[in-house]
């Protein structure tokens, strides 16, 4: 083992050490957070409002303080811009990471306290390499750079000292001075709004240096990587970068995404690593060799519910905190956290793949999902589903969306499939006939619509144009940074868009 990575086993061990006492004691560490928050937040308007002093145990605080979404919080988080202070957690919060994870034209505005900055984030920033490091204890991933890639941020319309922009803007923003002699490309390229010109300047500021890792958007890491190997002449990353071993990626499926990174670079020595990182924290680390699950991580400040998407939604539904989760049932994600949001729904569902320790994968959205006849398919399904038709006609997708066709007087319903592909596969038919025969194997509700075509008929595809979601995007001024193409959707808003562009 090299001398800086001794170094660097000394520095992670205590933490590493930390982590495992989480692992084997998840109730306990959990309980602590909980209690660290509500005493923390108890002399905020918040905290008042529900008399957070006089809250005993996590039942009190269950039966008191409603489940909410974003727009519970949106009049709070209006004054907090203004600049008001002690609202949701104390003192004045500086920072919003504007979440647009869906293309939806309303964005959100997630506080970003200093807690949350670096007891989270940065904290969840730190475990990733300190994972790694113990997980690859010869790498040399210290001895080059960090590619990542962020989006923007700006002033915002409320208050002159307040900013707002993508997460990944904000975490560079304030990352420490020394995190530049590590990191590409500079903080001043990596701010730019302007997309297809921050390709540009990314480009030529990193082919000269050693880049030894990547963070980022799987979709937008490729546009970038693509267009590197273009502006280059280059058959593949290794020859741009030969020290190039990790990719940690997250905001989206890789599955969709895996065998086209391959091909970029072609190594049995590159590793993926995921990692579950959102405007409103940092949940989850893979933490395994070639591990399609990553660990809770439960010290970040943030405490954990977990409410079966089996049930109907409202202000106190049941929810089930870490001792009374099961294995492979689906859970919406509710959290409390030092970002000042209380019993939060976030809008993802995750999946326990094993409870000793806590380790999940994520399922879908709790919002992008197709139940217009009540086949409740979920972008888990979906993503199988495609990735099985795929190995099977050895295609290769890009882009895709699926909604429904309603029925109508002379038609049954139908999921119609909008797909933009890399490589189109051997044979069409095939390909759809795969898909919706694994779709059966993964959805016994699809399978029964399905039934001889009862109420749902073979599903629909339209072939899209080259660079169609890219245009799409581009069209409504969000490319890069953590915008996505809904997968799934209850209604035909997304796809019908689509595929008048498609024309």
């Not at 970029?264 to 940092?282: C, Q, R, V």
């Amino acid at each position: 083992m090299p001398v800086l990575n001794k170094i660097i086993s000394k520095i992670h061990s205590k933490r590493l050490r930390q982590i495992e006492h989480f692992s084997k004691n998840a109730e306990e560490v959990q309980t602590g957070q909980f209690k660290h928050l509500i005493k923390t937040a108890s002399k905020t308007e918040w905290g008042k409002l529900y008399d957070y002093k006089s809250i005993v145990n996590i039942s009190d605080f269950q039966q008191r303080v409603p489940v909410q979404d974003y727009d519970a919080y949106l009049s709070h988080i209006i004054r907090l811009r203004q600049g008001e202070k002690n609202l949701l957690w104390p003192g004045e919060i500086k920072w919003f990471a504007k979440s647009s994870g869906t293309t939806s034209s309303k964005s959100k505005f997630i506080p970003l306290t200093n807690d949350a900055l670096k007891e989270c984030h940065f904290k969840g920033g730190r475990d990733v390499m300190a994972i790694y490091h113990n997980n690859y204890p010869e790498n040399r991933i210290f001895t080059g750079k960090t590619l990542t890639l962020g989006g923007s941020h700006q002033i915002n319309n409320f208050n002159t000292h307040s900013r707002y922009g993508d997460l990944s803007a904000l975490l560079i923003q304030n990352l420490p001075f020394w995190t530049r002699f590590v990191r590409t490309p500079s903080r001043k390229v990596a701010l730019l709004v302007e997309w297809e010109e921050k390709l540009k300047l990314i480009t030529a500021e990193t082919i000269k240096q050693n880049v030894t890792s990547l963070a980022g958007v799987p979709s937008w890491f490729l546009v970038l990587l693509r267009h590197i190997i273009e502006f280059t002449g280059k058959n593949h990353l290794l020859e741009i970068w030969p020290n190039l071993e990790l990719f940690i990626h997250g905001g989206v499926s890789f599955n969709p995404y895996r065998s086209q990174y391959h091909d970029l670079i072609p190594s049995d020595k590159m590793h993926y690593m995921e990692t579950y990182n959102a405007s409103e924290g940092f949940f989850a680390i893979q933490d395994e060799k070639n591990s399609s699950s990553m660990l809770l991580m439960l010290d970040y400040g943030i405490f954990f519910e977990f409410m079966p998407v089996s049930q109907k939604w409202g202000p106190f539904p049941e929810t089930v905190t870490l001792d009374r989760v099961l294995p492979n049932v689906d859970y919406a994600v509710v959290i409390s956290t030092n970002g000042g949001l209380w019993r939060y729904l976030i809008g993802d569902t995750i999946r326990f793949s094993c409870i000793n320790p806590y380790r999940i994968t994520i399922s879908g959205r709790t919002r992008h999902y197709i139940n217009a006849f009540g086949e409740e398919v979920i972008i888990d399904n979906a993503e199988k589903a495609i990735q099985v038709a795929c190995q099977n006609t050895n295609a290769i997708i890009k882009e895709y969306t699926a909604a429904p066709v309603y029925m109508s007087a002379h038609n049954k319903g139908a999921h119609q499939w909008l797909i933009e592909f890399e490589k189109e596969p051997d044979d069409i038919s095939s390909f759809m006939a795969i898909m919706d025969t694994e779709l059966k194997e993964q959805n016994s509700d699809y399978e029964a619509k399905r039934y001889k075509d009862i109420t749902l008929e073979f599903p629909h595809l339209t072939v899209a144009k080259k660079g169609l979601f890219f245009n799409w995007l581009k069209k409504k001024n969000k490319l890069g940074g953590q915008n996505k193409v809904p997968r799934l959707s209850n209604t035909r808003d997304y796809i019908d868009e689509l595929l008048e562009l498609n024309k």
